[in-house]
C-alpha cells in the first residue's frame, strides 16, 4: 500500500508538472496577445486558430536553434544554471495545496522561502559563467535586486504568518472564510504585488533585462535551449507568485473556477503593468525596497502582532 501511495504522488507530480508547463506556454501567448491589442496590432494569429498553436511553435523552434558556447565560458556551470533555475521554478510547484495525492506541506511557507533564496544562485552563476562583461553587470543587477525584495517579501509575509500561525498555506483558506487578507492587510497586499514583479524580474522592475544599457542582462550569452529553460523558469515563477497571492491573500486555496480565475487575473495584472509602465530608476527601486516597504512591513507585523495578542 505504501509503495502505491508513492506512485500515486509521483504520478501527480507529473501531471501538475505537465499542467504548469502547458499553462506556462499559454501565459506566454496571452501576454503576446494583450501586449498586442495594447499597442492596437493583433499578436500572434497565424499559426493554429487564432494563433492558438503558437506557443508550441515557439518551443520547437527554441529547442531546434543551434546552442552556441562562448569560447571563455566556465562551461558546465554555463550549462547547468538554467537548468538547475528551471527546476527549482517546478520544484516549488510542490506546495500547491491539493486535497488529494500530492505532499502536504506544513511548513510550505518556509519551503518557498528556501527555493526562492536558491533561485538567486541560479541567476548569479548564469551571468558569471558566461564570462562576459554585460552578462555578469545584469547578473550582478538581477542578484542585488532579487536580494532586496525578498526581504521585503519574507517580512511581508510574516504579517500573515502572525494572522494564521501556521506556516501551512491550507491555513488560509480556514481564515478567509468572513473576510479576504486583501481587504484586512491592504496596504501590505499592494507592498506583496509591487514586490513579486520585482522578485520575478518584470516590468518595470525588469532591470537584469535593461536592453538598452545591458544588452538582456545575465542571459545574454545564452542561445536555444538555455535561453528557452531561463524563460519557462522565468514565467514558470510569475505564474506561481499569482498562485501565492491568491492563497494569502484573496480567500486561499479552493477547488472551484473563481480560484483559477483570480489566479489568471493576477497573472494578467503582470501583463498588463508590463504594457502600461516604463521602466524604473535603479537607485530609486533599492530606496522602494529598504527605505519604504522595509519599515512599512516592520510597522505592520508589530501591528498585527499586537492585534493578534489583543483578540486572544
Given amino acids: 500500500m505504501f509503495l502505491y501511495d508513492i506512485y500515486m504522488i509521483i504520478i501527480g507530480l507529473l501531471i501538475l508538472i505537465v499542467g ?15 501586449l ?36 571563455f565560458s566556465n562551461y558546465l556551470s554555463y550549462y547547468f544554471s538554467p537548468v ?13 495545496p491539493y486535497y488529494f495525492n500530492l505532499i502536504s506541506f506544513n511548513l510550505g511557507i518556509l519551503f518557498f522561502l528556501c527555493c526562492t ?15 562576459s562583461n554585460y552578462a555578469l553587470l545584469g547578473g550582478l543587477r538581477a542578484v542585488a535586486q532579487t536580494i532586496s525584495y525578498e526581504v521585503s517579501l519574507a517580512l511581508i509575509l510574516m504579517s500573515s504568518i502572525i494572522m494564521i500561525m501556521s506556516f501551512n498555506l491550507f491555513s488560509f483558506l480556514y481564515y478567509q472564510y468572513n473576510i479576504w487578507f486583501i481587504i484586512l492587510m491592504f496596504p501590505l497586499s499592494l507592498c ?17 533585462e535593461g536592453e538598452s544599457e545591458l544588452v538582456s542582462g545575465f542571459n545574454v550569452e545564452y542561445s536555444s535551449g538555455g535561453f528557452a529553460l531561463i524563460f519557462l523558469a522565468e514565467y514558470s515563477s510569475i505564474l506561481f507568485m499569482s498562485l501565492l497571492f ?8 479552493d477547488l472551484t473556477m473563481l480560484f483559477y480565475l483570480k489566479l489568471v487575473m493576477i497573472s494578467f495584472l503582470f501583463i498588463w503593468v508590463r504594457g502600461t509602465l516604463p521602466r524604473y530608476r535603479y537607485d530609486k527601486l533599492m530606496y522602494l525596497a529598504w527605505k519604504s516597504y522595509l519599515p512599512i512591513s516592520l510597522n505592520f507585523l508589530l501591528f498585527f502582532l499586537g492585534f493578534k495578542i489583543y483578540l486572544i
Avoid: C, H
Avoid at 493583433?42 to 518551443?59: E, M, R, T
Fill in 246 to 253: 491568491v492563497l494569502i491573500y484573496m480567500g486561499g486555496f
Fill in 36 to 71: 498586442g491589442y495594447i499597442q492596437i496590432r493583433k499578436g500572434p494569429n497565424k499559426v493554429g486558430v487564432l494563433g492558438i498553436l503558437q506557443p508550441f511553435s515557439d518551443a520547437i523552434k527554441l529547442f531546434t536553434k543551434e546552442q552556441t558556447y562562448p569560447n
Fill in 192 to 208: 506583496w504585488l509591487s514586490s513579486m514583479l520585482a522578485e520575478t524580474n518584470r516590468t518595470p522592475f525588469d532591470f537584469a
Fill in 117 to 131: 533564496s536558491m533561485g538567486v544562485y541560479t541567476v548569479m552563476i548564469a551571468g558569471w559563467s558566461s564570462n
Fill in 20 to 34: 504548469v508547463l502547458v499553462g506556462v506556454a499559454y501565459l506566454t501567448l496571452l501576454e503576446r496577445k494583450v
Fill in 84 to 96: 538547475m533555475s528551471f527546476i527549482l521554478s517546478l520544484i516549488i510547484w510542490m506546495l500547491i
